[in-house]
């Protein structure tokens, strides 16, 4: 793809802006996504952090849940991150009654897992396809990633705990790089867009 790819931000609930912006900085015409139609517009897909019960609840009601399944298992670029991350989990450890997943990557999440120590804290992740350094991560309420399967690559571990992974065209990430003005897990996810298309 040699045009600027456009990339959607799911914008149901969550930290829809940060991502926005942070697209635009990584070279992607970033818009915000609310309406099954809107899928047939864009490259790729950023799921953001937020409360992933809500996003799930949310997505029912929008008609959103059963075109972004198709979409995603169709082979559209996704990333995810916190919440976003559980979204793309093809199983959640302890779900809320009713919470369901979009799917996409061959993972088992435990929600709010860094949660009990630590309610927020940032630390600095090597994350393979990530050149110049760790990135600085925002964990907030944040999952990590109990098992994946044998299609699922580890990107980065923090404390032993899996916290960044890649299935195919799906990236997910249990902390938030779009609140700290480093855009290279931005630009990672834009690539991988520019070079499924
Ligand atoms: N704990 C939240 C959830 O379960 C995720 C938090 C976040 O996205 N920062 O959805």
Redesign the pocket.
Known sequence: MTRTPTIGVLALQ?DVREHLTALAAADAAAVPVRRPEELAAIDGLVLP?????TISKLAALFGLSEPLRAAISGGLPVYGT??GL?MLADKILDPRSGQETFGGIDMIVR??AF?RQNESFEAFVDVRGVVGGPVEGVF????WVESVGARAEVLAEHEGHVVAVRQDRVLATSF?PELTGDHRVHELFVDMVRTSG
């Open positions: 969550g952090g937020g409360e992933s019960t916190c919440a559980i929600r709010n949660g907030i309420r944040a999952p938030h």
